[in-house]
Each structure stands twice: as structure tokens, then as C-alpha cells.
């Protein structure tokens, strides 16, 4: 145990089935840090609360001390902090290790068990290794993908579910998703654009100069269009959005061989288009929302139906939570995997994640934040989503974005735990 800044701290490290189908097989590591407040002289006569983390492809929060949601949480719970399979510590997924399961069909083959569902299981055997009949969960975008698969799969588990912004569709295919997140960006950019105009003349500049003109990153990657609307990925937050206006701030520099994009620039886009820390969620984004069929590259096939959002366009639009073949094709990190996503992508046999009839017979208190104008969970499809589950109580906000608990999250995770708590 670490103690430090208000804040004891354990690692746990566990065993799990690569297949939990079957156990006696290979296994990996997930790790997980348990977190408790000071002010607390015995903290395990607490309750228990599992983090399930945004992604696919995130690792777990790394706490320098007890602030945002997690102070909140500490006062009245032991907080698991979990490293979702392949993420963090637990054992890892990424171009340096997946070559040792093989050619790329292998590798396909490891990845197929990195989903939600097998995310639950780890954690049920998590939850019995510590000895813990039930906990509460709070999870977060991706997060509350896998607290609905838990719903589905090992209710008797849990005592209350707290979600924001992570309500998915039960039945919606891929490219429904992606056609939803489409109009939502596309709302979401004309949204910004009204509030800084000017911003999009200085867009307009970038595009058109880099139709020109070969610009370098500072890690060598030449400089595309496509990469450049990866700043989209700042419209998705509620404070957040006003930092993309910073950098469209000295976007150009006088050089001795003219005007060129900024080192400043470039590296602000570099930090957008960089998949080094978490590849996982290139490979892995459109699986979870695979249900039987493949998802087969959905965000770049509903593309066409949205040509304002093509790099061809005169001046295109930010792009957000989409992944495309060619991440795969130009990204020095990725490229090793373009095989391996290329199966995945075509993989027809994903397992149901939801379960819609143990779903609507739930009888576990559940809290779900829906932010109307996210960009990145439809609000739409997260009502019809509410709609059938029963017990399930929504509050729908505009005062918020996808990233709402990095805003206020202790008001947000207190709204949640209230609302279950009147549930009981």
C-alpha cells in the first residue's frame, strides 16, 4: 500500500482466461490500483465502486491526488481503478507485442477477446478474487458500454450503476452509429465555427495550403488534410472546444522560404492524430458496436454520404470519433497492424454484447447522464437505449459535453448517486 496526498493506494495484479469460455487456458494480466480516502480510518468497511473507463483502448485514470469525481467518490467508497484488458499495466496490445501471437490472422483471432464481454468477466473474476459479493459501478462513454453488458451478463453483481455519456444502442449497427455521429458533428462545427469565424478562414488557410505546399510533423509524418480535421476530436468537450481556438491561433510563420504551418501547430495536430499510447482504440473502435455482422470499416463507408466532411471538400469539416483505413496505412505505429485491422474490420462472428430481455427485467438502480448535443453518443439512440431498460432513470442535460465529469464531475457523480440512492 502507498499512501500519499490524501490517498491510499494498492496495486492488484489478477489472472484471467484469455477466453473465458475457456478457463483452462491461456491466461493474461489485468491490473487494477485501489484507491481510498485518508479521512477514512478503516477503508474497507467501505463499499466498493469499479471505474470502467472511456476508450475502447484507455487505460485507467492515474491519480496524482484526490480531486474531480474521485475525491467525490473516495468519501463514500473503495475505488477500483481498472486497466481494462490490454490497456496500462495489465498485459499489453499494441505493434510491439502482438507479433508474438503470430501472423496477423493470429493476431485477430487474441484481439476478438479485448470487447466488452470479456471485459465483465474479467472483472467478475476481479470481484471474486477480492471477495466482494456486490459493488457499484461508474463508468464513463465506453465505460457505459460495458456497465450495460454487465447489466446483461452478472446483474446479481452489482448494487447500482452510475453511467454519463456511455449509453449505446442495443441494436444499431455501425453504420447507423456513424451516421448519427456524422449529423452530430456536423452540428457540432457549425456550433464553433458561429463562435469563431475567423477560425474557419484560418482552416480554409491550413487546407489550402497544404494542397500546395509538403508540410512535415515533428515526427516526420507528412502533413495531410484528413489529419488535420482530426482536430475535431477538441469539439467533443465542454471546455475543451474553446482550446481548439488556441490552436488555430499562429497557425503560420514567416520562414526564409515563405510562410509555413507553425512547429506549435504541427505539434498540436501531431498530439490529435498520435495513437502510440492506445492503438487499441484504432483497432478496436468499431468492434463495439459489432453484433454479429462486421462493422467493416463503417465510418469510412458512411463518409460518402456526407461529403462536407470529405478532405476533398473545399474546406472540410472536423472530423471526431471515426477511424479509416488509412490511419492504418500513413501512422508509423499502426501501419504493422493494417493486417490485423483489416480482419478485424471484416470479422463476422462478434458475440452479442446486450442481453435486451435480462435488460428489460433489470431490477438494479441505474443513473445514466445524456448529454443532448453529444457528439460521440447520440442522444437519440442513448433514449431508446433508456427506454429499455427497466429501472433505468436518465438525466438529460445541455449544460455538458462528452467529457462532462473532466467539467464538474463531482456534481455529476453526486446527481447519479442521489438518483440511485432514491431508486433503492
Known sequence: MSVFRGMNTTEHYFLVPLDHHKPQGESITVFAREVASTEHEDPTTLPWLLFLQGGPGGKSPRPGSLSGWLAEATKTFRVLLLDQRGTGLSTPANRQTLPLRGDAAAQASYLIHFRADSIVRDAEVIREALGIETWSTFGQSYGGFCTLSYLSMAP?????????????????????????????????????????PLD??????????????VEHLPNGRVLTVPMVQMLGQYLGGNTRVHLLHTVFEGVFVPTPGGQRLSDTFLAEVQEQADRVSNPLYALMHESIYGQG????????????????????????????????????EEDPVLRPLEETARIVAEHWGWAPLYDREVLAENTVPVAAAVYTDDVYVDRDLSLETAAAVAGLR??????????GIGDDGPMIFNKLLEMTNNAE
Not at 178 to 195: G, P
Request: glycine share 2%; proline share 3%; charged share 25%.
Open 200 to 213: 474557419r478562414e484560418v482552416l480554409a488557410k491550413i487546407i489550402t495550403h497544404l494542397r500546395h505546399t
Open 156 to 196: 446479481q453483481s452489482l448494487d447500482r450503476c452510475l453511467i454519463t455519456g456511455g449509453l449505446a444502442s442495443l441494436s444499431a449497427d455501425a453504420r447507423t452509429v456513424y451516421r448519427a455521429t456524422y449529423a452530430r458533428m456536423a452540428a457540432r462545427n457549425e456550433e464553433y465555427f458561429a463562435w469563431y
Open 394 to 403: 436518465v438525466w438529460e442535460t445541455d449544460e455538458f459535453h462528452h467529457d
Open 293 to 328: 455482422e462486421a462493422t467493416n470499416w463503417a465510418a469510412e463507408a458512411v463518409l460518402e454520404e456526407f461529403p462536407a466532411f470529405s478532405p476533398t471538400a473545399e474546406v472540410p469539416l472536423l472530423t471526431g470519433e471515426m477511424v479509416y483505413r488509412w490511419y492504418f
